[in-house]
C-alpha cells in the first residue's frame, strides 16, 4: 500500500473526556449523586461525539469557507436531551474553531441547518447550507449506534471473506482465476518478469507455463501491474510503459510491446447488465468501460480518463478507483495522491478524508444494495479491507474488516466483477500473499 494516502482512522467511541462530559449544567444535589452513583452501579460507557462533530464542521466549512453563519440544529432523533446538548456544543466550537462566527440569518453570509436524525445502523447528521447566492449544498456524516447490545457479528449485514491463493517470494503484482470449480483450479501470476500458469493437483499447485514479459526501459521502484481477461478469455497484461496480449490457442504466447496505452478501470462484466439483481439494485445497472493512464515512471495514474465523466476529462492523479452506478449516472471514487477520496459524478468533484489507504476496488454482488467498495486502511501489524456502501457520498461500513499479515500491494477487481484478487507482503516470512475477498450476504 501507498503510504502517501494514509490518514488516521477515526475512532468509533471512546469515553468521554472530563471537560466533554460536564458541558450540561447540573445542580449541587445532581453532581453529589453523580458522585455517589459509581458506589452503587457499574457506570454505562458514555461516548465522545467529537469525531463527528469534527467531520461534519470541516464539510461545512469546506462549503462556507470562513465567515459568518446562521447556525440552527434540530434533533430528529432518539438522542436524549443531554447529548443532543452536548452535540450542539460541540459543533459549534468546531465550527468556531475552524472561523466560523455566528449571527442572525440575516446578518450572516450562509445559513446551516443541522439535522439530527437517524437509520437503522447508525445516526446521521445532515447539514443544508444555503448561501447568499441562493446556492443550496448539502453535506452529511454518520456517526455508529454506541452501547448497542447487538454483537458485533450481527452488526454488520455482509462478510467479507478472505481465501488464500497463492504466495511466492517475488513481488506479485497481480492474479487471474482462469478455472474454478469450488475453488480456483487453474491460475496466472503476474511478476515483473513473467506470468505464470499454475494448475492445483494433489492439493498443491504445480507450474505448467510461464511466460517472459519483454520490456527495454528500467521499470519503476514501486511497480504495479494488472492482469485483464477479455469476453474471449485471452489475457491482456498491463505494466509501465509496457502492454501484452496472449494468443487464444494453447500452448500460450505473450506478445509484448512498449505502450502508453490506458488501463482499464473495471472489468468487462461491469459494462454488461446485473446477473446478481438484489431486492434493492436495479438489475439493468451498468458501468462504462472507464481507462486511465499510468505513469509508467511512477506507481499512480496521471489522472486523464476515456470516456470522460461527464464533464471531466481528466481527475486528479490517483493510485486506484472503484465505481457505483446510480439509476441515471455513476459515482466513481479516486484515491488520489492529495490523501483524499475524490467522489465524482459526472458534475462536481466531492473530496474528502476518509481514513482509507490507497488501494480501493468496487464489486457487484447479491448483497445489500448489489454493489459494495472495497477500502483498505492500514494499521501497526498490517493492513486491513472493509466493505463499504454508499447510500450518498459517505461509507457506511457494511462489513467487519479483514486482517492483513502485512501492508497490502494490490487490490483489483476480478473478471467476473463478484470479487477482488489482494497482494499483502507477510511481514514475517517477506513472501508476497495473494488473496481472493469474497462478499456474502448474512443470514
Not at 487464444?248 to 482499464?264: I, Q
Not at 474488516?401 to 484478487?421: C, Q, Y
Amino acid at each position: 500500500m501507498r503510504t502517501a494516502v494514509y490518514n488516521s482512522a477515526i475512532p468509533a467511541a471512546i469515553l468521554i473526556p472530563a471537560n466533554r462530559a460536564l458541558r450540561c449544567p447540573f445542580s449541587r444535589v445532581a453532581r453529589l449523586f453523580l458522585l455517589a452513583l459509581p458506589l452503587f452501579v457499574v457506570p454505562a460507557r458514555a461516548v465522545d461525539w467529537n469525531a463527528p462533530e469534527q467531520e461534519l464542521a470541516r464539510k461545512v466549512v469546506t462549503v462556507t469557507g470562513p465567515g459568518v453563519i446562521a447556525l440552527t440544529i434540530e434533533n430528529r432523533s432518539s438522542l436524549g436531551r443531554r447529548d443532543n446538548e452536548i452535540i450542539q456544543n460541540g459543533l459549534r466550537v468546531a465550527l468556531g474553531n475552524l472561523g466560523i462566527r455566528f449571527a442572525k440569518s440575516e446578518q450572516a453570509a450562509a445559513t446551516v441547518t443541522v439535522s439530527l436524525s437517524e437509520n437503522s445502523n447508525s445516526y446521521v447528521w445532515v447539514a443544508e447550507i444555503r448561501q447568499s447566492a441562493g446556492e443550496t449544498s448539502v453535506v452529511m456524516v454518520a456517526a455508529p449506534r454506541p452501547g448497542s447490545s447487538v454483537p458485533a457479528r450481527d452488526s454488520v449485514p455482509m462478510t467479507l471473506r478472505k481465501v488464500s491463493l497463492y504466495s511466492q517470494s517475488d513481488p506479485i503484482l497481480d492474479v487471474a482465476v482462469l478455472e474454478e470449480n469450488a475453488t480456483p483450479t487453474h491460475i496466472a501470476v503476474l511478476d515483473a518478469g513473467k506470468v505464470s500458469f499454475y494448475r492445483l493437483q494433489g492439493g498443491k499447485w504445480q507450474s505448467e507455463q510461464s511466460m517472459s514479459i519483454n520490456h527495454s526501459r528500467p521499470w519503476p521502484r514501486d511497480m504495479r501491474g494488472k492482469i485483464v481477461l477479455d469476453r474471449d478469455r485471452v489475457i491482456q497484461v498491463y505494466l509501465p510503459g509496457v502492454s501484452c496480449n496472449s494468443t487464444a490457442a494453447s500452448p500460450l504466447n505473450l506478445n509484448c510491446r512498449e505502450s502508453d496505452d490506458p488501463w482499464p478501470l473495471v472489468p468487462v462484466s461491469f459494462n454488461t447488465p446485473n446477473v446478481f439483481p438484489s431486492a434493492n439494485s436495479i438489475p439493468t445497472l451498468s458501468v462504462p468501460l472507464m481507462k486511465s493512464f499510468f505513469a509508467p515512471t511512477r506507481d499512480f495514474f496521471t489522472g486523464a480518463v476515456t470516456p470522460p465523466i461527464g464533464k471531466f476529462s481528466s481527475v486528479p492523479k490517483f493510485y486506484s478507483a472503484a465505481a457505483i452506478p446510480r439509476e441515471r449516472y455513476v459515482l466513481w471514487l479516486f484515491a488520489a495522491a492529495d490523501a483524499q477520496v475524490h467522489m465524482i459524478d459526472g458534475v462536481s468533484d466531492q473530496a474528502a478524508r476518509l481514513g482509507w489507504g490507497s488501494d480501493l476496488t468496487s464489486v457487484r454482488t447479491q448483497c445489500g444494495a448489489g454493489w459494495q467498495v472495497l477500502a483498505t486502511s492500514s494499521a501497526d501489524r498490517g493492513d486491513s479491507v472493509r466493505a463499504y456502501e454508499f447510500p450518498d457520498r459517505d461509507p457506511l461500513a457494511v462489513s467487519a474488516a479483514v486482517d492483513f499479515s502485512g501492508p497490502i500491494t494490490a487490490l483489483w477487481t476480478e473478471a467476473k466483477g463478484d470479487s477482488a484478487i489482494a497482494v499483502a507482503r507477510n511481514q514475517e516470512t517477506g513472501d508476497y500473499e495473494a488473496s481472493r475477498l469474497e462478499v456474502a450476504c448474512s443470514r
